[in-house]
Antibody
Framework: EVQLVESGGGLVQPGGSLRLSCAAS????????MTWFRQAPGKGLEWVAN????????HYVDSVKGRFTISRDNAKNSLYLQVNSLRAEDTAVYYC?????????????WGQGTRVTVSS | AIRMTQSPSSLSASTGDRVTITCRAS??????LAWFQQKPGMAPKLLIY???TLQSGVPSRFSGSGSGTDFTLTISCLQSEDFATYYC?????????FGQGTRLEIK
């Protein structure tokens, strides 16, 4: 079964850090761009960052540049998001998703999400 | 950044109805437009990519059309399981952006 499972979320104080992880299974992880999205409580979807198959290319939304770092370990079939200098507005459910090379990299498989709450 | 504007923001309909949701991009995005369905507490689900291609396993009552800046998602003959929030997303250029969502409710 093709599956993505996020972990690493939690309650953190403003200015704090977390490392989100996404474990992939059931497909050839190294053949896919991977993406992080987020959704603040009661709000819409927001793209956060994505990373090329071999990790050589990364893109970020402006609001997280310099604070968040996306990475991957193809040997471990894992995607990561290091989130630093967290702010209240980073509170959200964070989803990892797989880009599909057969459809121009629209994200066809999503994890169930991990919740990050930034609060003192 | 390309702004995606969906309309309506919410919609009430009955089972069996045909509904259309529109999505307008602030600049041309070719055919790099996807539609997602999201139910409360769940991850989004890809319905349509490349404007009009149905994702595997998605019922044929869903269809997409458009090009350039104007796109539509049509659901013919609404089923109970279709009541959800729908998002369009452009993946033509960075930052990737979504519409604000359309909440489809039971009348």
């Amino acid at each position: 079964e093709v599956q993505l499972v996020e972990s690493g979320g939690g309650l953190v104080q403003p200015g704090g850090s977390l490392r989100l992880s996404c474990a992939a299974s059931g497909f050839t992880f190294s053949s896919h761009w991977m993406t992080w999205f987020r959704q603040a409580p009661g709000k819409g979807l927001e793209w956060v960052a994505n990373i090329k198959k071999d990790g050589s290319e990364k893109h970020y939304v402006d609001s997280v540049k310099g604070r968040f770092t996306i990475s991957r370990d193809n040997a471990k079939n894992s995607l990561y998001l290091q989130v630093n200098s967290l702010r209240a507005e980073d509170t959200a459910v964070y989803y990892c998703a797989r880009g599909s090379p057969s459809n121009g990299n629209a994200c066809d498989i999503w994890g169930q999400g991990t919740r990050v709450t930034v609060s003192s | 950044a390309i702004r995606m504007t969906q309309s309506p923001s919410s919609l009430s309909a009955s089972t069996g109805d045909r509904v259309t949701i529109t999505c307008r991009a602030s600049q041309g995005i070719s055919s790099y437009l996807a539609w997602f369905q999201q139910k409360p507490g769940m991850a989004p689900k890809l319905l349509i990519y490349a404007t009009s291609t149905l994702q595997s396993g998605v019922p044929s009552r869903f269809s997409g059309s458009g090009s350039g800046t104007d796109f539509t998602l049509t659901i013919s003959c609404l089923q109970s399981e279709d009541f959800a929030t729908y998002y369009c997303q452009q993946y033509y250029s960075y930052p990737l952006t979504f519409g604000q969502g359309t909440r489809l409710e039971i009348k």
